[in-house]
């Protein structure tokens, strides 16, 4: 057995924990530069509340940029151009207070601010960029998200899009993990519906697809029953992410969201993901589908093609996912799939690609643009004959 683990330095989890914020910032250094990405949050008490514990740790802090969509070559290399022009001193580090967009905004500034041997964050990508790597360690990052999804609170990439030429691809490193994370589950009840849903589906393809990945090591799998589990199990009969999104206050039910997208994210920085997020990626490129969703519409159908590779992995997750000793393989098969569908249906995740706005002529696109770090980690191979067929089918 062999394996490797990042994992950020140092997690804190729990409801209303926000309020420690100052002292975990202070571990980080003295000026705060804060990309923020909830629009729910801006104005709301709870954003006050932190921000006066940083004032009690007296630091500085230093508003850079809200975003409010997933973040873009152009975007990286202005603010963290901005960032050196206005002059780094010792003790900066990056603080993001949002979802996984404002979170692989600040991984990618603190690594930009620090590696200038590129003319672009580009060059630094996967598979579009010149190779370039990160060689000195970026700005420390203090990680909050907002939302239950990404994991990117745990990860080593920052995905990054642009549109013309269409792309969305990772810059990587191991030296891009956030240093400290902080998941409040409590910052995440003001999130709308359709983003609990979508976000919430996100975690769970992480953790269906870490699990089943041919990078997965035994460590990682356990992560991922745990996350698993934690939607699963414990609600009433009812998955963690169904209660958070009917009952926004359901306080057991968003401590579940939370832990499972936080263990979504260290075992997919450790074990890679699938064709579901390989299409993703595509799909947001392409048809400007959020990465969310497009995981929530994808998951069934990356279920059903791996299903008879790793037919015992999906087996196992039928029991798990419907609290049954389920003893028929088939069936447990089967009953994975079956719940994943109904649990779409029931938050409202469309079913079908063109929904989301995909058009016949744009599947030849987003099959090129599919290729990548996450597909290479699906179970089975596929190919562009057999992804194009798939795709249309489901249109
Ligand atoms: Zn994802």
Redo the contacts with the bound molecule.
Sequence with gaps: MRYDILTPRKIVFGWGRRTEIGELARWLGRRGLTVGGSKTLKGHPMLDVMKASIRRAELEMVDLWDITREPEVIDIDEVAAAVVRNGVKEGDFLIAIGG?AAIDTAKAIAAMVTNRHGDSVQDFLEGVGRGLTIENAPLPVLAIPTTA???SEATKNAVISSYDPPFKKSLRSERMLPDVVLVDPELTVSCPASVTAASGM??I??LVESFVSIRATPFTRKICRRGLRAVFEGHGGEPAIVRAVEQPTDRRAREAMSHAALL?GIA?ANSG?GM??GV?AALGVHARVR??LA?AVMLPIAMKVNQDTVSNDFAELGRLFSGRDIRDEDEAIETSLDITQRINERIGIPRRLSELGVLPEQIPAIVRSSRGNSMNGNPREIDDAELTALLESHL
Excluded: F, I, V
Aim: aromatic share 0%; with cysteine; glycine share 24%.
């Design positions: 996984g999804g990404t994991g996100d975690a393809t992480q979504s997919l993901l579901a997020h993703a990465h969310g995981c």
